[in-house]
């Protein structure tokens, strides 16, 4: 498994707080985050990752455009989103973006499709939440269409067919990596399964191991297709300090703010410390030292049989410094130690 585990990083680009503990600009976290994805790549972390989001608390709108000012500056790193929400965009024009991505890193573009656990992109680019299945349902065959034809001809529901249609820019060599996102649906687990495309679990909360039903079906979806099985990858929440309490110290001030923030638009009630500590300890957080990091992150590898894990490293105004040393941390002791562990 140690030659097999691809460890990666994701963030969605949340606005930062500066030294004066006020938020950044939504553009001077921008630019932190590339730097971020350049130092990724300097440490030898295989992925990084930017979430689409259209709000006021997170700066990355449009992932490819940042990946693409990362891309330039960077040698082998993968760059890809964390998600890109197909429901409401265009499967041609995110094809097209991440064709060119490709072209740009020299094909070290992928794209992770999922319908986000969002909404604010259905009414800013006009599409019903009404048809929220519908829409990825179709989109994402029509997706499908374009990665594995050069010429498409296609129909569905929600757009009008296409007939012999060429999309460009091709991918040079091979077909783009292309994720399906999924955040516990046994029908988005078939879903993949039946387009043949790889599967990345969103597990943001609860025991991960809570998940191996999703990985079995998985298994036993393709067996039924009569198909290879591919990768299986799980994004989960964390950060890397140099102990556990400079972890817990670092983080928790600030990912209690983003939590409570979100959870009091959903009904959720604010989020006590001893919540933090028991997903910590026995849940989904992949926070602490080095060796707490890569330890939970050998189990839940061995848990689920995944193929890669990223860590999203961002918690609202958790300030660029503190996730810099994070990122130091997990490239140089974090991932090493896990290849160990798991060898």
């Given at each position: 498994?140690?030659?097999?585990?691809?460890?990666?990083?994701?963030?969605?680009?949340?606005?930062?707080?500066?030294?004066?503990?006020?938020?950044?600009?939504?553009?001077?976290?921008?630019?932190?985050?590339?730097?971020?994805?350049?130092?990724?790549?300097?440490?030898?972390?295989?992925?990084?990752?930017?979430?689409?989001?259209?709000?006021?608390?997170?700066?990355?709108?449009?992932?490819?455009?940042?990946?693409?000012?990362?891309?330039?500056?960077?040698?082998?790193?993968?760059?890809?989103?964390?998600?890109?929400?197909?429901?409401?965009?265009?499967?041609?024009?995110?094809?097209?973006?991440?064709?060119?991505?490709?072209?740009?890193?020299?094909?070290?573009?992928?794209?992770?499709?999922?319908?986000?656990?969002?909404?604010?992109?259905?009414?800013?680019?006009?599409?019903?939440?009404?048809?929220?299945?519908?829409?990825?349902?179709?989109?994402?065959?029509?997706?499908?269409?374009?990665?594995?034809?050069?010429?498409?001809?296609?129909?569905?529901?929600?757009?009008?067919?296409?007939?012999?249609?060429?999309?460009?820019?091709?991918?040079?060599?091979?077909?783009?990596?292309?994720?399906?996102?999924?955040?516990?649906?046994?029908?988005?687990?078939?879903?993949?399964?039946?387009?043949?495309?790889?599967?990345?679990?969103?597990?943001?909360?609860?025991?991960?191991?809570?998940?191996?039903?999703?990985?079995?079906?998985?298994?036993?979806?393709?067996?039924?297709?009569?198909?290879?099985?591919?990768?299986?990858?799980?994004?989960?929440?964390?950060?890397?300090?140099?102990?556990?309490?400079?972890?817990?110290?670092?983080?928790?001030?600030?990912?209690?703010?983003?939590?409570?923030?979100?959870?009091?638009?959903?009904?959720?009630?604010?989020?006590?410390?001893?919540?933090?500590?028991?997903?910590?300890?026995?849940?989904?957080?992949?926070?602490?030292?080095?060796?707490?990091?890569?330890?939970?992150?050998?189990?839940?590898?061995?848990?689920?049989?995944?193929?890669?894990?990223?860590?999203?490293?961002s918690a609202g105004g958790l300030a660029h410094e503190k996730i810099l040393r994070c990122l130091e941390l997990y490239g140089t002791e974090v991932i090493p130690r896990v290849r160990a562990l798991l060898g």
């Amino acid at each position: 498994m140690a030659a097999q585990l691809e460890l990666g990083v994701d963030t969605f680009g949340d606005v930062m707080n500066g030294a004066d503990g006020r938020p950044l600009s939504q553009a001077q976290t921008l630019r932190n985050v590339i730097e971020e994805g350049v130092r990724a790549d300097q440490l030898g972390i295989d992925f990084f990752g930017l979430g689409e989001h259209h709000r006021a608390d997170f700066a990355v709108s449009a992932p490819e455009v940042a990946l693409a000012a990362i891309a330039a500056r960077t040698q082998r790193i993968r760059l890809g989103s964390a998600v890109t929400v197909l429901s409401s965009d265009d499967p041609i024009r995110v094809f097209q973006r991440f064709s060119t991505l490709d072209a740009i890193s020299g094909g070290r573009a992928e794209v992770i499709l999922g319908r986000g656990s969002f909404t604010e992109s259905f009414p800013l680019f006009g599409f019903p939440l009404s048809q929220y299945e519908e829409l990825f349902e179709d989109k994402l065959d029509l997706f499908v269409a374009v990665l594995r034809n050069t010429s498409v001809t296609w129909s569905g529901r929600t757009r009008l067919p296409l007939k012999n249609q060429g999309v460009f820019p091709q991918i040079e060599t091979g077909e783009l990596t292309t994720w399906v996102g999924v955040g516990g649906s046994p029908e988005s687990v078939v879903r993949a399964a039946r387009h043949d495309l790889p599967l990345m679990l969103a597990i943001i909360g609860g025991d991960p191991r809570r998940f191996r039903p999703y990985v079995d079906l998985y298994h036993r979806a393709y067996a039924q297709f009569g198909k290879s099985v591919r990768p299986i990858g799980v994004h989960s929440p964390g950060y890397v300090g140099r102990t556990d309490d400079e972890a817990r110290a670092d983080f928790w001030p600030d990912y209690k703010v983003m939590r409570d923030r979100i959870g009091g638009e959903r009904g959720w009630a604010p989020m006590q410390e001893e919540e933090f500590v028991q997903e910590i300890e026995h849940g989904s957080l992949y926070l602490g030292s080095p060796e707490t990091v890569a330890q939970k992150i050998a189990a839940t590898a061995r848990a689920l049989g995944i193929q890669r894990f990223d860590l999203k490293y961002s918690a609202g105004g958790l300030a660029h410094e503190k996730i810099l040393r994070c990122l130091e941390l997990y490239g140089t002791e974090v991932i090493p130690r896990v290849r160990a562990l798991l060898g």
